[in-house]
């Protein structure tokens, strides 16, 4: 099969291997300039006056037009398979680069977990994946919360018997949420006649548990009854009710 340089106007003989090479990209020897060759096969070049043609190597020469219908059969096939080669090569680019980019997704995944893992791991479908995560970046899955779950069994405050203008505030209570939560923030706010707060503070597990065989660590374990103390400053006779809160 023939190809013809759009540059030099120049035919010359090229092979289905020199095609397959370079996905039809050719030189010209004369000019030097690139083309496609595929956009330009002939299967003869134009005749010329005294202008003869080799027969093909290795055999008679082919009979009356069955040369150029196997020419023009061949060229078709040739840019068939091309074609294929470059969707395979496409569908094989994109394939590595989703290969490339699944590391990058789930190491970007991981770090939003690690970084949010108190809000994630309140939701228990996440909680088996957050802990296989924790395993390998050695970090901790947080105890569920439900602090509306807990009540108040017992409660009683008064003026600390040590120490003046301190109130001492004692109270009991109760993890009612069907599971091991983590100990609450105890808010206690106290209000005078009109129901308007005058005082109030927020005290952290470690300032109000007085049981030292409880761990915090370990959680509030469910249909458990605590007791808890509390001191605040007295902020005098016009603290008439109270009111505690769980965070």
């Known amino acids: ?41 002939i299967d003869e070049p134009p005749a010329k006056a005294g202008q003869s043609v080799a ?13 150029s219908t196997t020419q023009r059969h061949h060229s078709q096939q040739l840019i068939e398979e091309l074609q294929t080669q470059d969707g395979s090569s496409g569908a094989g680019k994109r394939l590595l680069w989703g290969l490339l980019a699944l590391p990058l997704v ?38 569920l919360r439900a602090p509306q779950q807990i009540t108040l069994t017992e409660r009683d405050i008064r003026s600390h018997p040590d120490t003046r203008d ?7 209570m109760v993890n009612q ?17 009109t129901g308007h707060t005058i005082a109030g503070r927020r005290f952290m597990p470690d300032e109000y548990l007085v049981d030292p065989s409880l761990d915090v660590d370990q959680g509030f374990r469910d249909n458990s009854s605590v007791t808890i103390v509390l001191e605040l400053v007295d902020p005098g006779a016009e603290a008439v009710g109270f009111e505690f809160n769980f965070l």
């Open 1 to 41: 099969m023939y190809t013809h340089c759009p540059h030099c106007d120049t035919y010359f003989r090229i092979t289905s291997e020199q095609l397959k090479r370079a996905h039809g990209e050719v030189r010209c020897g004369r000019c030097f300039g690139t083309f496609n060759a595929l956009q330009h096969l």
């Open 55 to 67: 027969p093909p190597a290795g055999g008679a020469a082919p009979k009356a037009g069955d040369g």
């Open 106 to 143: 789930l190491l970007l995944a991981a770090q939003y977990a690690f970084f949010n893992l108190d809000q994630l791991s309140q939701n228990p479908q996440l909680r088996p994946a957050l802990t296989a995560l924790c395993q390998v970046a050695d970090c901790e899955v947080p105890l």
């Open 166 to 172: 301190i109130l001492l505030v004692q109270a009991t």
């Open 177 to 193: 949420a069907g599971f091991t939560q983590a100990f609450p923030v105890v808010e206690l706010v106290l209000h005078d006649i």
